[in-house]
């Protein structure tokens, strides 16, 4: 896989975290990990009975699964799984009482790697260090070298790496309103600008009102618009290196200074809803899906679920997917930020509750059972014929939409690898949406520093963030100037954003002697 390392960057809010507490016992004293499970055909091996595995898990949905997928799951793997459900919105305060008390599970999902209870915990020795062991299961050993460093620390891997789409982000636009008003698909931020312009001022609804905006964006400067237009405008993923040794923050460099002057402009024009800075994400996208706007910046297989919330409101809504967007027109300067090196956290295993190789060796074939390609199809679309239907060509219809989001669901965000599959869904945005996350690869802007330790940026990084953070709203939002949002950075500095600057510009130049 190659990228273009134009402007790179680095660590930061990228998901992983913790989960609740769940223990339990395995079958002790397997000989080999191979003989203890099933086959990737998910025939029964030669064995005495399931093997018995606890996961600590979060969950994105609002309850936890039904249905047979679950024991279809441990009859392909020959294991029983006991699930504890952690809602993804709590968890965070769980992290530090799961780590304190030692109340984890055989395997523990942890999705932000930069938060310092979990980071620390890591390198504490608490969870085993896999590396050593993926190569000796068939799935596992394909997961890229750039991948095992993007998910190490220290240079250690302690579990097995989430494996997401590199760069999955971009535009997505009202085709529609784009037709009625005699607008072309923007190529530029120029033009994506006079876009949002239109569909503030010129009804594109046509119901006679003014009641539309341009962008409809949500609090998220990472995961909303912010990020995406960045790299519009060439600011790196996070850090910049440059061929002197020096690491340069995001903030400091011109790209993310206009950045903000864009979605300054949107806002102080009202081309963007005014709440923005507030907007949960589920509100952000049912105002889409209600024609309050008609540009929406994110994840480009959001295009699907915006189409489908529209559904009996805007019958009428046609979408079109952009990822080519610059800030100067030129092929050569495009760029689209890698979120976290395509690592969505990692399966890790406490050695409090994994207590030796040989069990170590039975829940690593358990994770590498669930990147088989019917056990992700499970866990993605369900049961065929129950929920859904597949033609020859390996496309997927989902028969009944609320089944499959109370019986398969929970279990999407839990596969450990997601690209890559021959089975996919049949709805065309969907097809069109992967067709250009793969296209964005070739144009990723990598984080230099992702898998580097800063001892600073370990334990204050969070909380210095919430400088710069509220510094840019604020310039976006018009209480402070550039000279008051350079201000906030020496503040940043000061209070040790100075130390995490030296300390990644060592550990890159140790990393890479």
Same mark, same amino acid.
């Given at each position: 896989?190659?990228?273009?390392?134009?402007?790179?960057g680095v660590l930061l809010l990228a998901s992983v975290f913790l989960l609740s507490a769940c223990g339990g016992a395995k079958n002790n004293g397997a000989a080999d990990a191979s003989n203890a499970k099933t086959?990737?055909?998910? &025939?029964?091996?030669?064995?005495?009975?399931?093997?018995?595995?606890?996961?600590?898990?979060?969950?994105?949905?609002?309850?936890?699964?039904?249905?047979?997928?679950?024991?279809?799951?441990?009859?392909?793997?020959?294991?029983?799984?006991? /699930?504890?459900?952690?809602?993804?919105?709590?968890?965070?305060?769980?992290?530090?009482?799961?780590?304190?008390?030692?109340?984890?599970?055989?395997?523990?999902?942890?999705?932000?790697?930069?938060?310092?209870?979990?980071?620390?915990? =890591?390198?504490?020795?608490?969870?085993?260090?896999?590396?050593?062991?993926?190569?000796?299961?068939?799935?596992?050993?394909?997961?890229?070298?750039?991948?095992?460093?993007?998910?190490?620390?220290?240079?250690? =891997?302690?579990?097995?790496?989430?494996?997401?789409?590199?760069?999955?982000?971009?535009?997505?636009?009202?085709?529609?309103?784009?037709?009625?008003?005699?607008?072309?698909?923007?190529?530029?931020?120029?033009?994506?600008?006079?876009?949002?312009?239109?569909?503030?001022?010129?009804?594109?609804?046509?119901?006679?009102?003014?009641?539309?905006?341009?962008?409809?964006?949500?609090?998220?400067?990472?995961?909303?618009?912010?990020?995406?237009?960045?790299?519009?405008?060439?600011?790196?993923?996070?850090?910049?290196?440059?061929?002197? +040794?020096?690491?340069?923050?995001?903030?400091?460099?011109?790209?993310? *200074?206009?950045?903000?002057?864009?979605?300054?402009?949107?806002?102080?024009?009202?081309?963007?809803n005014k709440d923005f800075a507030v907007t949960a994400k589920t509100d952000q996208q049912e105002g889409f899906a209600q024609g309050k706007a008609g540009i929406y910046v994110g994840a480009l297989f959001d295009?699907?679920?915006? =189409?489908?919330?529209?559904?009996?409101?805007?019958?009428? !809504?046609?979408?079109? =997917?952009?990822?080519?967007?610059?800030?100067?027109?030129?092929?050569?300067?495009?760029?689209?930020?890698?979120?976290?090196?395509?690592?969505?956290?990692?399966?890790?295993?406490?050695?409090?509750?994994?207590?030796?190789?040989?069990?170590?060796?039975?829940?690593?074939? /358990?994770?590498?059972?669930? !990147?088989?390609?019917?056990?992700?199809?499970?866990?993605?679309?369900?049961?065929?014929?129950?929920?859904?239907?597949?033609?020859?060509?390996?496309?997927?219809t989902i028969l009944d939409n609320d089944l499959w989001k109370q019986e398969v669901q929970p279990f999407a965000s839990s596969r450990p690898k997601e690209p890559g599959y021959k089975i996919h869904d049949a709805?065309?945005?969907?097809?069109?949406?992967?067709?250009?996350?793969?296209?964005?690869?070739?144009?990723?802007?990598?984080?230099?520093?992702?898998?580097? &330790?800063?001892?600073?940026?370990?334990? !204050? +990084?969070? &909380?210095?963030?919430?400088?710069?953070?509220?510094?840019?709203?604020?310039?976006?939002?018009?209480?402070?100037?550039?000279?008051?949002?350079?201000?906030? *950075?020496?503040?940043?500095?000061?209070?040790? +954003?100075?130390?995490?600057?030296?300390?990644? &510009?060592?550990?890159?130049?140790?990393?890479?002697?």
């Open positions: 896989m190659k990228f273009k390392m134009k402007q790179v086959g990737a055909n998910g &025939e029964n091996a030669a064995v005495d009975k399931p093997v018995n595995i606890t996961w600590m898990n979060i969950l994105h949905t609002a309850s936890t699964p039904t249905g047979k997928v679950q024991s279809l799951i441990e009859e392909k793997t020959n294991t029983k799984i006991k /699930f504890s459900w952690v809602p993804d919105a709590s968890k965070e305060e769980r992290i530090n009482t799961a780590l304190a008390s030692n109340s984890l599970a055989d395997i523990v999902t942890l999705t932000i790697l930069d938060n310092s209870s979990v980071r620390n915990a =890591l390198k504490s020795g608490m969870f085993w260090e896999v590396e050593p062991y993926l190569d000796e299961f068939p799935n596992l050993a394909t997961i890229s070298e750039d991948k095992r460093r993007s998910a190490s620390i220290a240079g250690k =891997l302690y579990g097995v790496p989430f494996q997401k789409d590199v760069a999955r982000n971009g535009v997505i636009i009202r085709k529609d309103w784009l037709d009625k008003l005699g607008l072309p698909v923007p190529k530029t931020t120029d033009e994506l600008m006079e876009v949002a312009k239109a569909f503030t001022e010129q009804d594109p609804d046509g119901n006679g009102v003014k009641d539309t905006v341009g962008f409809i964006d949500r609090n998220d400067l990472i995961y909303g618009a912010f990020k995406t237009l960045g790299s519009y405008f060439g600011t790196p993923n996070y850090w910049q290196h440059s061929e002197d +040794g020096k690491m340069t923050p995001e903030f400091e460099t011109e790209g993310y *200074v206009k950045a903000m002057d864009f979605m300054k402009a949107t806002y102080d024009n009202g081309y963007i295009g699907k679920n915006l =189409l489908n919330l529209s559904k009996g409101i805007q019958d009428d !809504m046609e979408l079109v =997917l952009v990822n080519n967007i610059t800030s100067t027109g030129n092929e050569s300067d495009r760029a689209i930020w890698a979120g976290n090196n395509g690592i969505g956290g990692l399966l890790a295993f406490p050695k409090s509750e994994v207590k030796d190789e040989a069990e170590l060796k039975q829940v690593l074939k /358990f994770v590498n059972d669930l !990147m088989d390609d019917d056990i992700y199809a499970l866990m993605t679309y369900g049961i065929e014929g129950v929920h859904y239907s597949i033609d020859g060509d390996m496309a997927v709805d065309p945005l969907k097809v069109e949406a992967t067709k250009l996350i793969l296209e964005n690869e070739e144009f990723a802007v990598l984080n230099p520093v992702y898998s580097l &330790e800063s001892e600073t940026y370990t334990t !204050m +990084g969070s &909380e210095l963030q919430k400088i710069i953070t509220d510094a840019t709203y604020k310039y976006i939002l018009g209480s402070i100037d550039l000279n008051g949002f350079k201000a906030e *950075v020496e503040k940043w500095k000061k209070s040790g +954003g100075s130390k995490i600057i030296s300390e990644y &510009e060592a550990a890159y130049k140790e990393a890479n002697s």
